[in-house]
């Protein structure tokens, strides 16, 4: 999984620096750098978030150089003036659910700005079941379905009925 990548256009240069979890929610951190005029407009069209099993969205919201743009879930782009070798901060907040551990793509501007496969930082690891400890001293247990397992265990299925 790669979390820092570059991609260099006639534009100038989109550098994504990672997805992570905060405020309930996965956001990705993305600069432009314009390298091939003075000063532009410049607007990030049509982002695409797709995740590991497949699924299209598009973010809920962005932040565009610090400030928070509530883009209502339109492909319209979000954007303003841009200045040569001066990077402006881009984050997008994607929608994903806050147990996303990575994202399969990003995609900005039409597709020509593509990242793929980044991990997300502090996302909350799938819980672990662990089972509850039984006193059997009170119960007579059953054992039965019992398969042998790996280092010399045993995985059966107990049966325990109160003792009289």
Known sequence: MASAQTVQTEEGQYQLFGCYV?????LCD???TLTSANQMEKYFNET???STSGTQTKPADFIYAGKPINSGNT???VGGNVFKSIP????VVTGLPVGTSSIRALILDRGNVRFDNIAVRGAAPAPVVTPAP????????VMTNCKPGAGGTMTCTATLTPRR
């Open 22 to 26: 905060q405020n309930k929610q996965v």
């Open 30 to 32: 993305v600069t432009f």
């Open 48 to 50: 695409t978030v797709f």
């Open 75 to 77: 492909i319209f782009g």
């Open 88 to 91: 402006v901060k881009l984050t």
């Open 134 to 141: 039984v006193s059997t001293s009170a119960y007579n247990a």
